[in-house]
């Protein structure tokens, strides 16, 4: 066997180099955030046509003297930590004073800086982590470093990289997760031949509008005039506060590059918070999606590490399940409370970033189911309206979808609201081909799949239902007779309770049969009936998701009972199948993740007919 050596000084500096920068964008993240850490206003990123060339920040910050430019680029140089305790609440984002050495060890690297003390500058060039010169600048207040032949002199890492375009792509996204988290900054960013933006500071940075009007710049792009670039929010839960932008769900990714976290203004990532906000979309966003959004986080710094990882890449929290909860919470909390532009019973703008000071974090205990939705209008009436409206077509509709009516009590005053929402200046709303319906909206045209609209209005209603008190059931004039295997008749048992809550009156009769006496008071019967019966077979499926019985039955019974693709709806039934859609709490989805509605622009319409 070989026999042991201390590696040489020059190769562990290499080694230790390569764990901090091991790419062009680690050495932009780094130069990024001393410039932060110097208190910039500006900082300018340039970068060559191929990052490993050239990449060169400049910032106003503080800048340094003569003798600390030149400590700067030792290794555990730095201005930044002076106790161990200190690392427990970390300011800055820098602490370990290694990232110039680092830079300077595998780069030809030229740094010029100059402090308010100062009236000349200094400069200072180093290659391969050799000092070749210091000497004088003359320049303004702020430091400039230029790193230039990125691993000249360790050609396995350049080797390594990936092609120009994957370099310069991992690069512009660290730059543009910190322009987009840090709206206070003005930035420049520069790419030979690509990118070339100058961003003033944001109007208000302690909005968190201004961080939409970042976030626009870049997800606002693809999308229509008055429709939203994403959902801006603010609130504290925990201790926590939480600001940023979350994007719509029809905007979600096949992958995670457009999720932004930033905690205590560093952007970091993190399997958790990860986690939080894509549970924090519920079931809006379909399950091979990732919703895209941007969080930033205020948190007591000595809650979070973020020693774990040579570039600080990764935080851990010291109680990552509360974190996990309350941003969750948050995300969730924004979402119930997004309303599509353009589209909604009120006319719909979109709700901006209030506080959500009522959230309690033991509400969104893991696995605990959320609060039952609370409807901005009562979806019940709306929805016996949707089967049974009232005058004219009432009857000969129910006749059409098989319904012995739903003379539910209470139904004239009940109706009496809705006919006067009807009763607004009627705008039309087409049906086409019995599955879609078409509604004019400020800004262009709004497309809902009825039967997954109905999906969404009855799952709620649902699950209001079954993690609430119960709901009413309509009484069946004849009883239905039901013959159930040995099976559905266990399943039933087992879940009496949750039928009976959903309005569903049943009772034995002979050995294998039931009687339906009564049904949920907002469908017709047949589709209650069908529902039922499905119910009965699917309830006790083991489910992967591990989600509760209710949240089963939920969307089973949405599924089954709501109306078909297929099926004719009248004028009435169309325009509450609207309102209804869009007074529930997340009308954006089915409850499997589907679109229920899709926007079309005017600004597109007039792109396609050219007149544009
Ligand atoms: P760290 O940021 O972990 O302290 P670095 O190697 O990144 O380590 O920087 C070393 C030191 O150099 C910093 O602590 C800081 O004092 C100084 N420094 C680096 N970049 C800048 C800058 N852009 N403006 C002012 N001072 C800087
Ligand atoms: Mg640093």
């Keep these: 066997m070989a026999r042991i050596r201390i590696l040489a000084p020059d190769v562990v500096g290499k080694i230790r180099a390569g764990e901090v920068i091991d790419r062009p964008a680690a050495v932009a993240k780094e130069l990024i955030e001393?410039?932060?850490?110097?208190?910039?206003?500006?900082?300018?990123?340039?970068?060559?046509?191929?990052?490993?060339?050239?990449?060169?920040?400049?910032?106003?910050?503080?800048?340094m003297t003569r003798d600390d430019a030149v400590l700067s680029i030792k290794r555990h140089a730095t201005s930044k930590l002076e106790h161990d305790r200190d690392l427990e609440s970390m300011k800055t984002l820098g602490f370990r004073g290694e990232a110039l050495a680092s830079i300077a060890e595998v780069s030809r690297m030229t740094l010029s800086t100059r402090s308010a003390d100062d009236l000349t500058g200094t400069q200072v060039e180093v290659l391969g982590g050799t000092l070749i010169q210091v000497s004088g600048v003359g320049r303004a207040v702020g430091t400039t470093v230029s790193v230039e032949d990125l691993f000249f002199n360790t050609p396995a890492r350049l080797r390594f990289l990936k092609s120009r375009d994957s370099e310069t792509r991992a690069l512009s996204r660290v730059v543009w997760s910190y322009i987009l988290t840090m709206p206070a900054i003005h930035w420049r960013f520069q790419v030979e031949g690509k990118e070339d933006v100058d961003l003033p500071p944001t109007s208000d940075p302690a909005l968190a509008g201004d961080f939409l009007e970042r976030w626009s710049l870049v997800y606002g792009r693809g999308v229509s005039k008055g429709a939203d670039a994403g959902v801006p929010f603010e609130g504290e839960i925990g201790g926590m506060l939480f600001r940023g932008v979350l994007g719509t769900p029809e905007q979600a990714r096949a992958n995670r590059d457009h999720q932004y976290f930033a905690v205590n203004g560093r952007v970091v990532s993190s399997p958790t918070l990860g986690a939080a906000l894509r549970q924090g979309y519920m079931n809006l966003v379909p399950s091979d999606r990732y919703p895209i959004g941007l969080l930033t986080i205020e948190i007591d710094p000595s809650l979070v590490d973020v020693n774990v990882h040579p570039t600080k890449r990764e935080v851990r929290f010291r109680d990552e399940s509360r974190v996990f909860q309350a941003t969750r919470a948050a995300v969730e909390e924004a979402m119930r409370r997004y309303v599509p532009a353009g589209v909604g019973a009120a006319g719909g703008?979109?709700?901006?970033?209030?506080?959500?000071?009522?959230?309690?974090?033991?509400?969104?205990?893991?696995?605990?189911?959320?609060?039952?939705?609370?409807?901005?209008?009562?979806?019940?009436?709306?929805?016996?309206?949707?089967?049974?409206?009232?005058?004219?077509?009432?009857?000969?509709?129910?006749?059409?979808?098989?319904?012995?009516?739903?003379?539910?009590?209470?139904?004239?005053?009940?109706?009496?609201?809705?006919?006067?929402?009807?009763?607004?200046?009627?705008?039309?709303?087409?049906?086409?081909?019995?599955?879609?319906?078409?509604?004019?909206?400020?800004?262009?045209?709004?497309?809902?799949?009825?039967?997954?609209?109905?999906?969404?209005?009855?799952?709620?209603?649902?699950?209001?239902?079954?993690?609430?008190?119960?709901?009413?059931?309509?009484?069946?004039?004849?009883?239905?007779?039901?013959?159930?295997?040995?099976?559905?008749?266990?399943?039933?048992?087992?879940?009496?309770?949750?039928?009976?809550?959903?309005?569903?009156?049943?009772?034995?009769?002979?050995?294998?049969?039931?009687?339906?006496?009564?049904?949920?008071?907002?469908?017709?019967?047949?589709?209650?009936?069908?529902?039922?019966?499905?119910?009965?077979?699917?309830?006790?499926?083991?489910?992967?998701?591990?989600?509760?019985?209710?949240?089963?039955?939920?969307?089973?019974?949405?599924?089954?009972?709501?109306?078909?693709?297929?099926?004719?709806?009248?004028?009435?039934?169309?325009r509450a199948l609207v309102d209804q859609l869009f007074a529930t709490e997340l009308p954006h989805g089915d409850p499997h993740g589907r679109a229920t509605y899709v926007r079309l622009s005017m600004e597109e319409l007039d792109r396609r007919f050219g007149r544009r």
Excluded at 36 to 59: C, K, N, Q
Aim: proline share 9%; charged share 25%; glycine share 10%.
């Design 349 to 574: 703008a979109s709700s901006l970033g209030r506080p959500f000071a009522g959230v309690e974090l033991d509400a969104a205990a893991p696995g605990a189911p959320p609060p039952p939705p609370q409807p901005l209008l009562d979806g019940l009436d709306l929805a016996r309206a949707l089967y049974a409206p009232p005058e004219s077509l009432g009857a000969d509709f129910a006749r059409e979808g098989g319904s012995a009516g739903t003379d539910a009590p209470g139904e004239t005053g009940e109706t009496g609201d809705l006919r006067e929402n009807l009763a607004e200046p009627e705008i039309s709303i087409w049906q086409l081909h019995d599955r879609y319906l078409l509604a004019p909206i400020r800004g262009g045209l709004v497309i809902i799949d009825q039967h997954a609209a109905h999906e969404r209005i009855l799952y709620e209603e649902a699950r209001g239902r079954l993690f609430g008190p119960g709901g009413p059931s309509q009484h069946l004039l004849f009883p239905r007779v039901l013959d159930l295997t040995r099976d559905e008749l266990d399943t039933l048992l087992l879940n009496e309770a949750h039928m009976r809550r959903l309005g569903y009156e049943v009772s034995l009769f002979g050995e294998r049969q039931i009687a339906v006496r009564g049904v949920p008071a907002s469908i017709p019967e047949e589709a209650a009936m069908e529902a039922l019966k499905r119910l009965l077979v699917a309830a006790d499926d083991a489910d992967a998701s591990g989600d509760p019985p209710e949240e089963r039955i939920a969307r089973t019974f949405a599924c089954h009972a709501a109306v078909r693709s297929g099926q004719p709806l009248k004028p009435q039934e169309r």
């Design 34 to 63: 001393n410039g932060i850490d110097a208190g910039s206003r500006l900082i300018a990123i340039h970068v060559g046509s191929s990052p490993e060339r050239l990449i060169r920040v400049l910032d106003d910050g503080g800048g």
